[in-house]
């Protein structure tokens, strides 16, 4: 049996000076209101997929086979954000679950003005990409043409063996949705991709735009 090439932690330095890799994915997640009464608040969504993801040093795959990924940070203090703001909370992962080779989740907002304005544009449809924030701790790297451990997966690619979700953002731009995954703009690409920059800039013009503001 082909031994398994794990690695512990990310690979290497990125040649740009930034971090290893950017632990956010996007998803188009068919966020689907919870029915019955007193569920108004309630929401069910996709937050991760095993769809290939290219990032600077090749090609990640988050492995959803059983062991992969933890949900326990998540199950037991889950919060969900706006576009990964910590200042900007909106409520919480009520549970977690794997399905499909997704993650999935039933998110509850809270009830406080900033919140529910986002609440209504999720349920007007008008926000519907969600983001997961996680970390690796192990990778499985694969050689081009070559077959994973569990011969599920084709290289080159770096599986993530053993991963953790950390909390689930709604986002304003998740944009270029491919097979239900959306990416951001210009994220994680060798030319430089989306940093924290531009998230502030998504979360300055949304705060501008509740408030009546016009962005110069």
Same mark, same amino acid.
């Given at each position: 049996?082909?031994?398994?090439q794990?690695r512990?932690?990310?690979?290497?330095?990125?040649?740009?000076?930034e971090?290893?890799f950017?632990?956010?994915?996007?998803?188009d997640?068919?966020i689907?209101a919870?029915?019955?009464?007193?569920?108004e608040?309630r929401y069910?969504?996709?937050?991760?997929?095993?769809e290939?993801?290219?990032?600077?040093y090749?090609?990640?795959?988050l492995?959803?086979?059983?062991?992969?990924m933890?949900?326990?940070?998540?199950?037991?203090?889950?919060?969900?954000?706006?576009?990964?703001?910590?200042?900007?909370?909106l409520?919480?992962?009520?549970?977690?679950w794997?399905?499909?080779?997704?993650g999935?989740a039933?998110?509850?907002?809270?009830?406080d003005?900033?919140?529910?304005?986002?609440?209504?544009?999720v349920?007007?449809?008008?926000?519907?990409?969600?983001s997961?924030g996680? %970390? #690796?701790? /192990?990778?499985e790297? +694969?050689?081009?043409g070559?077959?994973?451990?569990?011969?599920?997966?084709? =290289?080159p *690619?770096?599986?993530?063996?053993?991963?953790?979700?950390?909390?689930?953002?709604?986002v %304003? #731009?998740? /944009?270029?949705?491919t +097979?239900?995954?959306g990416?951001?703009?210009?994220?994680d690409s060798?030319? =430089?991709? *989306?940093?924290?920059?531009?998230?502030?800039?998504?979360?300055?013009?949304?705060?501008?735009?509740?408030?009546?503001?016009?962005r110069?």
């Amino acid at each position: 049996m082909r031994r398994q090439q794990i690695r512990e932690r990310p690979m290497r330095k990125n040649p740009q000076g930034e971090n290893d890799f950017r632990p956010v994915r996007f998803m188009d997640a068919g966020i689907r209101a919870v029915e019955g009464e007193g569920n108004e608040r309630r929401y069910e969504l996709s937050f991760s997929s095993e769809e290939p993801y290219t990032r600077w040093y090749g090609v990640e795959i988050l492995d959803h086979s059983e062991g992969c990924m933890d949900l326990s940070r998540l199950q037991a203090m889950g919060v969900v954000l706006f576009n990964h703001n910590t200042n900007k909370v909106l409520g919480r992962v009520e549970k977690a679950w794997i399905e499909t080779s997704r993650g999935k989740a039933v998110i509850e907002f809270d009830d406080d003005e900033e919140a529910e304005v986002i609440r209504r544009k999720v349920e007007s449809g008008t926000l519907k990409g969600v983001s997961v924030g996680y %970390s #690796v701790d /192990a990778w499985e790297e +694969v050689a081009a043409g070559k077959k994973s451990s569990d011969g599920r997966f084709t =290289g080159p *690619c770096y599986i993530a063996k053993r991963w953790t979700p950390l909390e689930i953002s709604v986002v %304003s #731009v998740p /944009a270029d949705p491919t +097979v239900g995954v959306g990416r951001s703009n210009g994220a994680d690409s060798p030319e =430089g991709g *989306c940093d924290l920059e531009v998230f502030e800039r998504m979360i300055q013009v949304n705060e501008n735009r509740r408030k009546g503001g016009r962005r110069t």
